[in-house]
């Protein structure tokens, strides 16, 4: 893609691991020069393939993707730290809540902190070379947790996704009732520590008004100066039909829509940047390592 401006753009696809579709989705945009980086969620059934796939392919740019809520109807995961009842990490089957409101009211603060640790250390001893931290579902971004989530790249020396605001974070439908003042306050910290903010996070359109096509142009269209963070969750036809019941349909069209040659062609002559989280690591870590 050309540029002459600094509109710098990661294209990333979330919940690596949830299914086979969407990692093998993955890793096609990628060999294709469409997406420049992914997340995986250790605790789901499909973190395995990831780790080969990245093993084989050291260019894949791959972080993880913090998880602490199973949302599916019928298709659930557990925590790797199998914390006890009293920790309030899981609902009365063992595995974790649905909802992050309920993860927030009745979660230990440690129970979570060892169960990220958990599974950051899971992904490192599995072989692939992270690039970054982000959030599934907005759970670590909660008050309650948003800390924890700071010390984790700090202790791990790898940048983490946040923007400035959640004003300018696209996906907050689980944090609508966070209290902004003090996820800005602690934005504010993380970019004191080094961390690169992103000036806006773009998410997956999951209620699209038009065809996919002309949503996203009008969406990529209007990217502006600065770093944007596009968290989409593109995924092949499959298995997900059953998994994702209610937004399937959003995952396999928004994988059709950026595997095309047309829509592939649009997206090189757009005035973008194109980066990884790899890009953003390194830097980070030269600037950590110049302050140190």
Known sequence: MTTSNDKFVVIHADDLGMSHGANVAFVELSRLGVFSSGSVMVPCPWFHEIVELARADPALDVGVHLTLTSEMSN?????????????????????????????????????????????????????????????????????????????????????????????????????????????????????????????????????PAQPPAAVYKELIAGITSGYTFMALHVTQPGEIEAIDLGWHHIRTAEYHLFRSSDFREWLRCQDLEVIGMKTIRDAFRARTRSVR
């Open 75 to 207: 298709y659930r995961w557990r925590p790797l730290t199998r914390p006890p009842a009293s920790a309030g990490m899981t609902d009365d089957y063992g595995y974790f809540h649905r909802d992050v409101g309920i993860l927030r009211a009745r979660a230990a603060p440690d129970a979570v902190e060892a169960e990220l640790r958990a599974q950051i250390d899971m992904a490192l001893a599995s072989g692939i070379d992270l690039t970054h931290f982000d959030d599934h579902a907005g759970a670590v971004l909660a008050p309650e947790f948003c800390d924890i989530y700071v010390r984790l790249g700090i202790d791990y020396n790898l940048p983490i996704v946040m923007t400035p605001s959640l004003a300018t974070y696209g996906g907050i439908h689980n944090l609508v009732d966070v209290d902004d003042k003090s996820y800005r306050r602690r934005a504010a910290e993380a970019q004191a520590q080094g961390y690169r903010m992103f000036d806006r996070i773009i998410e997956t359109l999951w209620q």
